[in-house]
């Protein structure tokens, strides 16, 4: 039987926190049978998945694998924008959960095991590809696959960089801890497509892109990877913070006053007392600014997907 993908390249991320579930050697033996050229290329610095997708993009590959966590997933999606579109449309992305979150992993494909996958996507004549939204933040130019957040989440991020003695999911729960019991809401405006949707103090605002971060937190119930939106969840300073890592477990914050809800093309964050907002994207914290604009992408990211139409929860 042939297959659809005749070139496909590998990119794979050894540091990933927990490749070794994974094992680079399965992937590439598993891919060996279903396309009919494949590379296998590995990253060496941070943000060198980009450059390789790039790369890879510019040479004509049909499909790139990401075998790694969500940073090495975005990173490979930002290449993939960002390399001269070719003539017959950049190759489908296929993640590979290899990380420590698999966020992206679990919003194409749920809990499926990573071979069925594979199998799946490349085993076949007419593969479903969807065509993907990111975002883009004026003020950076940085795109968006996973999400963008100010408050709580990125103060955690930052706090997490200082557990050098942790790793993994261990290091993040620890951070969120830490950071739980000295965090203060800040002054904030969130707009929404002009309209101003909350100005008051914020304990978080998540703007995606897709409804799971940090491997498990659905954050944007609501979220449709392919509408044409970003969706916005504000928590605001109302909410017991106590509880707010159970209650996005399962999306039940929704269900609670303090928090705001809405979609849009173009949603603004502005700290409103003159400081500098914490604030992340892809779990990349970025300092320095009062505000940010993320700008909806629409059908940038080709993504290899499950056949059937995609469920939301």
Not at 144 to 172: D, F, N, W
Not at 185 to 209: K, S, Y
Request: include cysteine; charge should be negative.
């Amino acid at each position: 039987m042939s297959h659809w993908a005749r070139t496909a390249v590998i990119v794979a991320n050894g540091r990933a926190g927990s490749a070794a579930s994974v094992p680079l050697a399965a992937v590439t033996e598993a891919c060996q049978a279903l396309v009919g050229e494949l590379s296998v290329v590995h990253t060496a610095y941070p943000g060198h998945a980009r450059t390789l997708a790039v790369e890879a993009a510019r040479d004509g590959a049909d499909a790139i694998l990401a075998v790694g966590g969500d940073g090495t997933v975005s990173e490979v999606a930002d290449g993939l924008v960002a390399a001269a579109e070719p003539a017959n449309g950049r190759p489908a992305l296929l993640c590979v959960p290899a990380g420590t979150g698999n966020s992206f992993y679990k919003e194409i494909w749920q809990d499926r095991p990573w071979l069925e996958s594979l199998t799946t996507a490349l085993a076949t004549r007419r593969p479903r590809i969807r065509n993907v939204d990111m975002a883009r933040v004026l003020e950076t130019r940085d795109t968006v696959l996973l999400g963008a957040c100010s408050g709580l989440v990125a103060e955690a991020l930052e706090t997490a960089a200082g557990l050098t003695h942790l790793t993994g999911r261990a290091r993040y729960q620890e951070a969120v801890a830490a950071t739980l019991r000295g965090f203060a809401p800040h002054p904030a405006r969130v707009i929404v497509d002009g309209e101003v949707i909350h100005d008051g103090g914020v304990v978080l605002a998540n703007v995606g892109g897709g409804r799971y971060r940090g491997g498990g937190f659905l954050l944007l119930p609501h979220s449709v990877l392919d509408d044409g939106l970003l969706d916005v969840c504000v928590v605001t300073d109302g909410l017991d913070l106590r509880e707010l890592p159970g209650l996005t477990r399962d999306g039940r914050h929704l269900e609670r006053p303090e928090v705001i809800y809405r979609r849009g093309r173009r949603i603004e964050i502005e700290r409103t007392d003159g400081a500098p907002l914490t604030f992340e994207r892809d779990g990349e914290v970025q300092r320095g600014r009062t505000r940010y604009t993320l700008d909806v992408l629409p059908a940038v990211l080709p993504v290899l997907s499950p056949p059937e139409p995609f469920v939301t929860v």
